[in-house]
């Protein structure tokens, strides 16, 4: 069985989600400072998990990003840039590799191009954009003119080739080869194990979430009108850092109900 998910806000959570009543935690850690919360509960599920079935965290964070990470390193395979990169036993695909560079290649010039007509415009928070693991671009967007960012580009980018997803402040334009669900289905047929469960709670999670053959579950903070016929989503209506902990012990009762199944 397959367990792919999402991290930020579906498994992971940064300190805003934080109460009096989240107490019992593990944390992570970036230039000595804690950057991101799992509960020990959670925690705890995610190891047994690991044993029994195969983890696949997706991510849109990069490479280095991800591996500031402590909870998902030890995963046989990881899925970070949206898609953009196969890590196995920590080590990059180097098929998957092969065919993203190919695809690269074709729409490199583009991407530069709108990089430096983004860092022209007063939208961009310090006019700065940068391009993620040589993959993507990422910017931040001043909050009173996103608006302003959403028409822009609309009329900048070819949509035949790229595509853009805006949350919060955080604006990302991926070229249309690179997504969770391509990166996800690659690993799906690689493994050879086509009963997957899914975890995601993004725009940018909705393509590999209709991938799952067995679950899938969306926290209900972030997607609220999920358009969708499937008849296997779970909506996880406990917001915040507990969502992931609930996510966690579903998950598990699915896998110990499929043993039970075994035995018998």
């Not at 990059?92 to 583009?110: G, H, R, S, T």
């Not at 595509?163 to 493994?191: C, Q």
């Not at 969306?218 to 008849?231: C, G, L, Q, S």
């Amino acid at each position: 069985m397959i367990f792919a998910t999402d991290l930020d806000r579906t498994m992971i959570f940064s300190e805003k989600f934080l109460n009096d009543k989240n107490k019992d935690l593990v944390v992570g850690y970036q230039d000595g400072k804690i950057k991101s919360y799992m509960t020990c509960k959670a925690e705890k599920i995610l190891n047994e998990l690991k044993v029994k079935i195969t983890v696949i965290p997706c991510t849109t964070r990069s490479r280095e990003q991800f591996e500031r990470i402590p909870y998902f390193q030890d995963c046989k395979y990881i899925v970070c840039a949206n898609g953009a990169i196969i890590l196995k036993n920590g080590q990059e695909d180097p098929q998957w590799k092969m065919v993203m560079q190919e695809n690269l290649f074709m729409c490199i010039k583009e991407l530069k191009e709108y990089k430096e007509q983004l860092e022209q415009k007063n939208f961009v928070t310090e006019n700065k954009v940068s391009i993620v693991d040589g993959y993507f671009l990422f910017f931040k967007v001043k909050s009173n003119l996103k608006m302003k960012c959403q028409e822009y580009l609309e009329t900048l980018l070819n949509k035949k080739k790229f595509y853009y997803s805006i949350s919060g402040k955080k604006v990302y334009i991926f070229p249309s080869f690179i997504s969770k669900e391509s990166a996800l289905k690659y690993l799906i047929d690689r493994i050879g194990d086509n009963s997957v469960i899914v975890a995601g709670d993004s725009e940018l999670d909705f393509g590999m979430i209709n991938l799952a053959t067995k679950r899938a579950f969306i926290p209900v903070y972030e997607v609220k009108n999920f358009d969708n016929k499937m008849k296997n989503i779970t909506f996880i209506h406990n917001s915040g850092i507990f969502s992931g902990e609930l996510i966690l012990e579903e998950v598990k009762n699915i896998v110990e109900k499929e043993e039970h199944v075994d035995v018998n």
